[in-house]
């Protein structure tokens, strides 16, 4: 083992405890972790509790990445992945890992040692005509002994072939796994944090949930991610704010707490006079992060307050004021973003007073809103990345 490799997630672990969002955090550790071990693919699980008490617990792909299959996809485009979850028993690798809390190197996923009780399904092989060789699975343990989920290399590759893990590799792997974890539990307190939040609401407003504002903040991401290719965001500018936009997202509607029950909880449409109202939702929600004590209270600040303008500049709150409302590029990137997101969610979503759009005529209605109601670049890029948008609404569903 070279110092060089321990001076590596020295300096990737200072990195990484700069990111405040789970998600994103988990994104990025599974990539370092790939680089660390010269991993070809690799996923990476969250272990979650069953539905009931006797329900088994499972885990649940959270992120999954694979350097040869993206190689074949345009440029800017991200790998589509199946989401699922695994029981955590001794029938599969991960499963057996997090069961036992230990790490597993598997030389050859076809010829796994007999007597062990775990076994490799190649479904994923088949379906992708990927050839899985190598598997390094590693539990992430919190500093309380609690298993937060499992990472899984596949495939170390040497000479552009693959070969198996070495000894030097579980040493490296198991030490990364030990030092972001920390990271991992600080930012996954700081999403309970947030999602209480959002609970608060939810208990005025019963639509605005958890999962939708998970799927707003991924969609916005996305959307983010497109954008800033196209302009020429640098790297650490591009990670720095998609790491607010994606904390800050989820609250996006947040001020309708300030709003009253009879309006928030009507089982219908509301009146004009409750409409009124009702629009008054972005300013309460501004408010809460007045006065701004970092660039997260900034950008939650702009994206509560302006993710119901419109491009056009009839949207609200600014045009209830008897001026020109804001409008174009005006409004902030953030709240123009949102914008997109939140609206291609709800339309896709039931509602007390409608029901869920078919997928046909919510496409339609984005696209019919460019330039009235979105920023028209904005919507080339939705469509540009719904694959992606499409899969994040699977991995928060209602």
Not at 1 to 11: A, G, N, P, R, V
Not at 246 to 275: C, N, Q, W, Y
Not at 298 to 321: C, F, M, Q
């Amino acid at each position: 083992m070279e110092k060089s490799d321990l001076f590596s997630i020295i300096t990737i672990d200072s990195e990484l405890d700069q990111i405040q969002d789970l998600d994103l955090l988990l994104e990025r550790t599974l990539l370092e972790a790939r680089k660390i071990v010269h991993a070809d693919a690799g996923s990476i699980y969250v272990r979650e509790k069953g539905a009931s008490d006797n329900q088994t617990e499972k885990l649940v792909i959270k992120y999954s990445q694979n350097d040869t299959q993206q190689k074949k996809l345009p440029p800017g485009q991200k790998l589509i992945y199946a989401v699922f979850s695994i029981p955590i028993n001794d029938k599969s690798v991960s499963g057996y890992c997090a069961l036992k809390g230990e790490l597993i190197n598997v030389p050859d996923a076809y010829h796994i040692e007999p007597g062990k009780p775990y076994s490799f399904s190649a479904t994923y092989d088949l379906a992708s005509g990927y050839q899985t060789v190598s598997i390094l699975t590693v539990p992430l343990i919190t500093a309380e002994k609690r298993l937060f989920g499992v990472m899984q290399m596949i495939n170390k590759i040497e000479g552009g072939r693959p070969v198996p893990f070495t000894k030097d590799d579980e040493i490296l792997i198991t030490h990364f796994a030990s030092t972001t974890t920390s990271a991992l539990q600080r930012a996954f307190l700081t999403r309970t944090m947030i999602l209480r939040m959002i609970k608060m609401t939810e208990l005025r407003d019963p639509l605005e949930t958890g999962t939708h504002a998970n799927r707003v903040a991924s969609y916005a991401v996305e959307l983010y991610d497109r954008w800033a290719a196209v302009h020429g965001v640098p790297e650490r500018e591009r990670e720095g704010f998609r790491d607010t936009l994606r904390i800050a997202a989820m609250l996006h509607d947040v001020g309708k707490v300030a709003i009253s029950d009879t309006i928030l909880k009507k089982p219908s449409r509301f009146t004009e006079e409750e409409f009124t109202v009702m629009q008054q939702h972005p300013l309460y929600g501004a408010m809460l992060f007045e006065p701004p004590e970092s660039p997260l209270d900034i950008v939650s600040r702009d994206i509560a307050l302006t993710h119901h303008e419109n491009w056009n500049g009839t949207g609200y709150p600014s045009a209830l004021k008897n001026s020109p409302g804001l409008r174009g590029t005006d409004i902030p990137l953030a709240g123009r973003i949102v914008a997109v997101a939140d609206v291609f969610d709800a339309l896709g979503s039931k509602r007390a007073y409608k029901e869920a759009w078919d997928e046909e005529n919510v496409l339609k209605e984005m696209r019919a809103m460019a330039g009235v109601k979105f920023d028209p670049e904005l919507v080339d890029i939705f469509f540009e990345v719904l694959p992606n948008l499409k899969q994040i609404r699977n991995l928060f569903l209602d």
